[in-house]
């Protein structure tokens, strides 16, 4: 069974930094495509970043560029997200995805950021 | 980047109903468009990936069909779990992006 789990959440003040992690397991890492993407509360799903099965390609959605990380440690099968810089609006939660290689999507259950004073 | 559009918001159904939510692209997107489905406090889940293939363990009453920029899908006798919000998503090229989603809720 794919597994998904994500953490590092938490509250932050603006400026400030968070790093979240995803563990997986139940598939073979390294061969998916992983991505983060967020919800702010009552809003609905926003693509945030991807990176390749190798790492070697990278992607962020504009918004985010210069102030997010995403990473990933096949060896250990984690991804990561580090966030820098953080703004109210960066309030949501994050979710772990999976790509497969057949199109197919598996979704971790969310890790919550709270930017606020 | 590919915009994507939902339609309807908001859907009124009974049970045993038939409904579909249409998906329009910006651009061709074929066959790189996924369905999810969020229930209130939980994480989405997939449905239909790549237009028309169904993930594993969902119900056959949902499909997916379409081509090109237009794309629905299709509950065929809605059940009471089926009330929960519906989101397109392509996967064509990046920026991937999400439609605004469609809150399915009981008539």
């Known amino acids: 069974e794919v597994q998904l789990v994500e953490s590092g959440g938490g509250l932050v003040k603006p400026g400030g930094s968070l790093t979240l992690s995803c563990e997986a397991s139940?598939?073979?890492?390294?061969?998916?495509?992983m991505h983060w993407v967020r919800q702010a509360p009552g809003k609905g799903l926003e693509w945030a970043s991807a990176?390749?099965?190798?790492?070697?390609?990278?992607v962020y959605a504009e918004s985010l560029k210069g102030r997010f990380t995403i990473s990933r440690d096949n060896a250990r099968s984690s991804l990561f997200l580090q966030l820098n810089r953080l703004r109210a609006e960066d309030t949501a939660i994050y979710y772990c995805?999976?790509?497969?290689?057949?199109?197919?999507?598996?979704w971790g259950q969310g890790t919550r950021v709270t930017v606020s004073s | 980047d590919i915009q994507m559009t939902q339609s309807p918001s908001t859907l009124s159904a009974s049970v045993g109903d038939r409904v579909t939510i249409t998906c329009r692209a910006s651009?061709?997107?074929?066959?790189?468009l996924a369905w999810h489905q969020q229930k209130p406090g939980k994480a989405p889940k997939v449905l239909i990936y790549k237009a028309s293939n169904l993930e594993s363990g969902v119900p056959s009453r949902f499909s997916g069909s379409g081509s090109g920029t237009e794309f629905t899908l299709t509950i065929s006798g809605l059940q009471p779990d089926d009330f929960a919000t519906y989101y397109c998503q392509h996967y064509d090229s990046f920026p991937y992006s999400f439609g605004q989603g469609t809150k399915l809720e009981i008539k």
């Open positions: 995805v999976s790509q497969n290689p057949n199109g197919s999507y598996d």
């Open positions: 651009q061709t997107i074929s066959p790189w």
């Open positions: 990176i390749n099965r190798d790492g070697t390609f990278i």
């Open positions: 139940g598939f073979t890492f390294s061969f998916n495509t």
